[in-house]
């Protein structure tokens, strides 16, 4: 007889037991100041500012909330992260903060079904970071008179990393000469990289098949705490 109110009891432990346990933390996303307001998000998170490698991943917005799409492992510059606000030119540091991704490029062709802007890499193909030219931080092709090309990259010579990349829009619409150019989200090379971003080949397929220029994707970079803490962008 006694037995339905035995059960009951246990049901009723059970769920306070439940409703006792903290809930997991939000999705990163949802932790960040800002998403850039699209509905599609990269974020490449470090554990620490001299950190050389860590994790990126895309996410969709799916009813209200953030959902990964997919994730890889990411390196950054071979002297770490640094703020991309103060960011000096030529320090081999990875600028942290929430951009654009303007347009991809690539030595090989775009990945069937692209949506997202693409630029064949031929062999006139430069991007000038040379801080005296009218150029700075710009794809040139040719390469003009007014942009050295010792201060410049010629993007058909890095046929791993260029075989494809999208261009972050760091110090890109208004550049300031001095702080950086050439900074990409590109295929992994032999170590770490010299500013940019990067993740396996296949990942980087999987992005730029994902990506979606109308939904507006844009990526923070960042660490997992302290002044350059992914969660401030």
């Known amino acids: ?65 953030w959902v990964a799409a997919g994730s890889a492992p990411a390196r950054f510059g071979a002297s770490g992260l640094t703020e991309g606000a103060t960011r000096v030119q030529g320090t081999n540091t990875t600028p942290t903060g929430l951009y654009d991704l303007p347009y991809a490029f690539g030595i090989e062709a775009a990945p069937p079904g692209m949506r997202y802007p693409y630029r064949r890499v031929g062999e006139g193909a430069w991007w000038c970071q040379d801080n005296t030219s009218r150029s700075y931080n710009r794809w040139v092709d040719p390469r003009p008179a007014d942009c050295r090309p010792e201060e410049a990259e ?11 990349a999208l261009v972050i829009g760091f110090n890109y619409h208004r550049p300031v000469r001095g702080r950086g150019a050439g900074i990409f989200l590109h295929v992994d090379g032999k170590g770490a990289t010299a500013g940019c971003v990067s993740v396996p080949a296949a990942a980087m397929g999987r992005i730029l098949a994902w990506a979606d220029p109308a939904r507006r994707p844009h990526i923070a970079v960042g660490t997992a705490s302290g002044r350059t803490a992914i969660t401030r962008y």
Do not use: C, F, K
Request: proline fraction near 9%; charge should be positive; charged fraction near 15%.
């Open 1 to 65: 007889m006694h037995r339905p109110l035995v059960t009951a009891s246990v049901l009723l432990a059970l769920a306070g037991s439940l409703a006792a346990r903290p809930a997991g933390p939000p999705p990163l996303p949802e932790r960040l100041a800002h998403t850039g307001g699209g509905t599609q998000l990269i974020t490449a998170q470090a554990p620490r500012a001299d950190s050389t490698t860590g994790t990126l991943t895309w996410w969709d917005r799916r009813g209200g909330g």
């Open 154 to 164: 010629h993007l058909v010579g890095y046929s791993a990393q260029y075989a494809r």
